[in-house]
Every structure is written in structure tokens, then in C-alpha cells.
T-cell receptor, first 113, second 110 residues
Framework: DTEVTQTPKHLVMGMTNKKSLKCEQH?????MYWYKQKAKKPPELMFV???????INESVPSRFSPECPNSSLLNLHLHALQPEDSALYLC????????????FGPGTRLTVT | RKEVEQDPGPFNVPEGATVAFNCTYS??????FFWYRQDCRKEPKLLMS???SGNEDGRFTAQLNRASQYISLLIRDSKLSDSATYLC???????????FGAGTILRVKS
């Protein structure tokens, strides 16, 4: 089973709202990732967690705050977003970082109004 | 120079055709290589890993040339269901980062 789940599927939020995106996997993977994908563009890496510790932050603005409560869960807390942050947010996981394949969740389509 | 470059596409081919996609990468330290496919408004799905010895999975064959920093994907006997965007992906920073090419659109028509 190579399933990564994400909730919600769609999210509309105002610029003053606080919301969270959730990601879960039960494959025993120890690396989890957040990506952002704009229309007609490839995914862009935002954060990497390895063994529940943040290992890469690709200079993401602080209005995006990741959290890894345990090895199966990954959250992305959103606060004071801008309309240009509207995108598909993808979570992925892999056995560990390194040469292993990453498996993606279906994504959360975020619209900031 | 982009880290991963792919054929611009789109490729419009009839069912049953053979189609080849090419990809080049700029960082010689890249360790792992993959092809993903992405359907419209869906997540990327792993199609296959790419090894120096080449690998085949049914109608799909992937090749890696480390000396030329070149990756290819060959699809034989194209099906309508192969229509998607194909993403060439390499890893950087000891495998911690996936870097995606811009993708090539394939449209298979009956």
C-alpha cells in the first residue's frame, strides 16, 4: 500500500485566517515532504522532515509553518497568506531521505481570497 | 541553466505509436533519477526509477547516461490512457531534494 492521505481536498481562506493542512501515511516511511505546485508548473519543494526533524526549509516565508507530531503525520500551518499563495499543496513520503522513491498524496487545492 | 531540462512538447501521437522523451540534468552529483507521470489536477505518480543499466517495465523503458547527464523514457504501443504530463526528476543534496523538470505533455489520440 503506497497511500498518502491529505485533508482537506479543497480550502478557501481569507488573508487573515489561520488554517492547517494535514498529511498522513502508514507505510513506515521516515521522511516526509511538503511541495507547492502552481498551475502548469512542476512541484517545488518547501520542507523536508527526516525522522520527525526538519532537515530542509527552502527559504519558505514564515507564514507557512510545518509540524511533524509523529512519524506518520505532517501538518502545514497557514497564517496571513497572500493571494499568490494559492496553489496545490502536495505532501509526499519516502522510506528515508536519500535514494528512495517519494510517494505523493492527492494534494490540497488552496485558494486565498 | 535549469537543473533539469526536458523536451518542451506537447507530443501528439496516434494510438500504437512509440514515443521517446529526453531529459538532461546539470548537477553531476545527482544520485537518483525517476520518471513520474501527472494527470490533470492530480498528484504526481511514480512511473519508474532509472538505473545506469537501463530498466524496463512492460511498455516503458528508461535509460540513464551519467557521462552525458541524460535520461530517457521510451513508451511503446501508446495507449489513450498514457496521455499525461511526464516529469523527469533527479535528487540533489544526498537525495534529500527532488528536483522536477518542467514536464512534457503527451496526448495519445485514437
Amino acid at each position: 500500500d503506497t497511500e498518502v492521505t491529505q485533508t482537506p481536498k479543497h480550502l478557501v481562506m481569507g488573508m487573515t485566517n489561520k488554517k492547517s493542512l494535514k498529511c498522513e501515511q502508514h507505510m513506515g516511511h521516515r521522511a516526509m515532504y511538503w511541495y507547492k505546485q502552481k498551475a502548469k508548473k512542476p512541484p517545488e519543494l518547501m520542507f523536508v522532515y527526516s525522522y520527525e526533524k526538519l532537515s530542509i526549509n527552502e527559504s519558505v516565508p514564515s507564514r507557512f509553518s510545518p509540524e511533524c507530531p509523529n512519524s506518520s503525520l505532517l501538518n502545514l500551518h497557514l497564517h496571513a497568506l497572500q493571494p499568490e499563495d494559492s496553489a496545490l499543496y502536495l505532501c509526499a513520503s519516502s522510506l528515508s531521505t536519500g535514494v528512495h522513491e517519494q510517494y505523493f498524496g492527492p494534494g490540497t487545492r488552496l485558494t486565498v481570497t | 541553466r535549469k537543473e533539469v531540462e526536458q523536451d518542451p512538447g506537447p507530443f501528439n501521437v496516434p494510438e500504437g505509436a512509440t514515443v521517446a522523451f529526453n531529459c538532461t540534468y546539470s548537477n553531476s552529483a545527482s544520485q537518483s533519477f525517476f520518471w513520474y507521470r501527472q494527470d490533470c489536477r492530480k498528484e504526481p505518480k511514480l512511473l519508474m526509477s532509472v538505473y545506469s543499466s537501463g530498466n524496463e517495465d512492460g511498455r516503458f523503458t528508461a535509460q540513464l547516461n551519467r557521462a552525458s547527464q541524460y535520461i530517457s523514457l521510451l513508451i511503446r504501443d501508446s495507449k489513450l490512457s498514457d496521455s499525461a504530463t511526464y516529469l523527469c526528476v533527479v535528487t540533489l543534496e544526498y537525495g534529500n531534494k527532488l528536483v522536477f523538470g518542467a514536464g512534457t505533455i503527451l496526448r495519445v489520440k485514437s
